[in-house]
């Protein structure tokens, strides 16, 4: 057998490596580390597109695609096409046969200009008065026909897509085989609606006209649809038309209709049509502005495709209420943009999909929602761009080394010992056995002995109580302060579980009130808008953090853009009083000082240059002893992490 091999058209590369989640997630990551929420940092990528290696369109360019499209749609040409033509054909048949008889100069010849001169202005009227009129010219006799055989062509292809073609030239057998399709069409309904219709019955009317569908529908589902769309789309040319020209043309089709013997046909299927897809604008009007006139055929299907255009644009915007890629048609994608655009949008679904499926992205009562994994991962993506602008000499190790205690890999190993709990050398104690006992044909295997075993050997890290404790007050938002405050709560998360596992962190947020932030919201975080900077509360939570770990050494970290304006009061309410209350200092500043008995140094990150601001962090700073930064929002995380690595370093 001979094989050739060619460049593959129909669709996306089968042997192109799947997109990465990884590397979706951080471009939503940017969004939400600025402080997107989840489904609005989703909803911006599925708009931008995939970059990367397998770049992708995103809605946002098949949105302005379909734009496009739909300007140069109305700008293709005029409705009028049809009645255009059919007058201009009228007038050739009518001045030819007046050639006819003007040198006959008999009475018979100005009775019959006499009749022509009283043919009503209206088109479909005068077709209709000549249509028994005996033409004295050949030549007039055959425009006449050709009249009413565009007439014919166009009716037909104005409901059915291709008829025109089929119909190109006059044969009473294929008018008969369309009056046969129309009837049999008709009771096919008929039986679908007293659910008596089968899969069999529609094949075998397909095997029959098929070749009068060119989009080769499937079921019936499918032809139904097709026809309804396209009658929709004539009823709204005759609603875009000016009431004469809705007048005439209508009269036009009637007529023609009658004539080929199809009105009771036609009236049955627009019904039935208009039963099952009430839903299409049937009689909205759409405005084309072009210079060309359109025929019949060609206006209806500039219309339908306008109508699909329509619909797709509401559903790539996405700016409704529940709104999924799901709902996005894809054969409208089809018709409308071509199979690269399918694809295009196979891979935005994809990955909205693998994102929920990969764990990631979580869906809980309809809201969107960051996983655990996905908040690490931003973690690391936020730690990353901290660790991008420091220096790597200033990346400190620790300081106490004991070689077999629990603790980080050092990269060597040592005998196993009784009572160890450190991880198997599995090379190492490989190694031993090999050495020991060798390998023979008696003895195929390895055989180990206890003296054989060797354990990994880590070094003792000092453990940290850590605590950030980070402003969630309408304040920050206003600053703009927000976003980088969160990047570095998640940068610290993420550092201590990487480089100090050891560490028992806590993230505390506080405005009127404060609590502990879990990792897996520090993501998906937005901030309070409420009034109150209550530090008073934070710090009572610290404390009560660093008391369960009376052996780590302390670390609090303290992020805000303004001074205390509340504090909590013996019944656990919040007070608010701006400008602070002498209460609110000094029930701040006595948990400041039990900070410093409890030997934990309080350094602050001042987001704001207001004198009140800086009044009381040097009051803190004179109590407690710890340091006062005043970093940019950019700059936020890099100092919050190279204070905490030098905190580390210097225990």
Not at 52 to 73: A, F, I
Not at 543 to 560: A, I, N, S
């Amino acid at each position: 057998m001979a094989f050739r091999y060619g460049e593959y058209h129909d669709g996306p590369d089968p042997l192109a490596p799947p997109y990465d989640v990884r590397a979706a997630l951080d471009e939503m990551g940017d969004a939400i580390l600025s402080g997107s929420t989840p489904v609005h940092a989703l909803r911006d990528l599925l708009k931008r597109g995939l970059p990367g290696n397998q770049e992708r369109r995103g809605l946002d360019d098949m949105l302005r695609e379909v734009r496009r499209r739909r300007r140069d749609l109305r700008e293709r040409g005029r409705l009028d096409g049809t009645l255009e033509r059919a007058r201009a054909l009228l007038d050739k048949a009518i001045g030819q046969e007046r050639a006819e008889l003007f040198p006959d100069p008999s009475d018979e010849a100005r009775l019959r200009e006499a009749g022509l001169d009283a043919l009503p202005e209206d088109t479909a009227s005068a077709i209709q008065e000549l249509s028994t009129y005996d033409w004295r010219s050949a030549a007039a006799r055959q425009t006449f026909e050709e009249l009413r055989d565009l007439l014919r062509r166009e009716v037909l292809d104005s409901q059915f897509r291709g008829l025109r073609d089929a119909l190109a030239n006059p044969d009473p057998q294929a008018m008969e085989r369309v009056r046969q399709m129309m009837a049999d069409l008709n009771d096919l309904l008929d039986k679908d609606s007293r659910g008596e219709h089968t899969q069999d019955d529609f094949d075998s009317f397909m095997s029959k006209y098929g070749d009068l569908f060119p989009e080769k529908p499937r079921n019936l589902d499918e032809l139904i649809d097709i026809l309804a769309r396209r009658a929709a789309a004539t009823q709204r040319m005759l609603a875009s038309m000016t009431p004469r020209q809705r007048e005439e043309l209508s009269n036009l089709i009637n007529q023609t209709l009658d004539q080929a013997g199809l009105s009771d046909q036609m009236r049955r299927l627009g019904e039935a049509l208009y039963a099952r897809r009430p839903d299409l604008a049937w009689n909205a009007p759409e405005r084309l502005t072009g210079e060309e006139p359109l025929g019949m055929g060609d206006a209806v299907t500039a219309l339908e495709e306008l109508a699909d255009l329509t619909q797709l644009e509401t559903a790539l915007r996405q700016d409704y209420p529940g709104a999924r890629l799901d709902d996005i048609d894809e054969a409208a994608v089809r018709r409308a943009l071509g199979r690269s655009a399918v694809d295009d949008l196979e891979a935005l679904k994809r990955i909205e999909r693998e994102l929920e499926q990969q764990g990631y992205l979580l869906r809980r009562r309809g809201k969107l929602e960051l996983t655990p994994k996905a908040v690490r991962r931003l973690g690391e993506t936020a730690l990353r761009r901290v660790f991008s602008s420091l220096d790597a000499g200033r990346r400190g190790d620790h300081d106490q080394h004991d070689a077999g205690s629990a603790g980080e890999l050092t990269g060597s190993s040592r005998p196993w010992r009784f009572g160890d709990e450190q991880p198997i050398d599995v090379v190492r104690t490989l190694v031993n056995g090999v050495r020991a006992g060798g390998v023979t044909r008696d003895r195929p295997g390895v055989r180990l002995s206890v003296d054989d075993f060797e354990v990994a050997e880590t070094e003792r890290r000092s453990a940290a109580a850590v605590c950030l404790l980070v402003d969630l007050s309408y304040s920050m938002a206003l600053r703009g302060t927000w976003a980088a405050a969160k990047q570095t709560a998640l940068a610290l998360q993420a550092l201590v579980a990487t480089k100090f596992p050891q560490d028992a962190v806590q993230v505390i947020g506080f405005s009127n009130y404060a609590r502990v932030l879990q990792a897996d919201e520090l993501a998906g975080l937005d901030w309070d808008m409420v009034q109150g900077t209550n530090l008073h509360h934070a710090l009572l939570i610290a404390g009560r953090h660093l008391d369960r770990h009376p052996d780590f050494e302390p670390v609090v970290l303290v992020v805000t853009d303004g001074e205390p304006t509340a504090h909590l009061m013996r019944n656990g309410r919040s007070a608010f009083e701006w400008p602070p209350s002498h209460e609110t200092l000094e029930l701040t500043l006595a948990e400041v000082d039990k900070m410093t008995r409890r030997r934990a140094t309080i350094n602050i990150f001042m987001l704001a240059a207001d004198d009140r601001l800086k009044e009381f962090v040097d009051e803190v700073a004179r109590r407690n002893g710890g340091r006062v930064f005043s970093p940019s929002a950019d700059r936020l995380g890099e100092y919050v992490v190279s204070d905490f690595l030098r905190l580390r370093r210097a225990r």
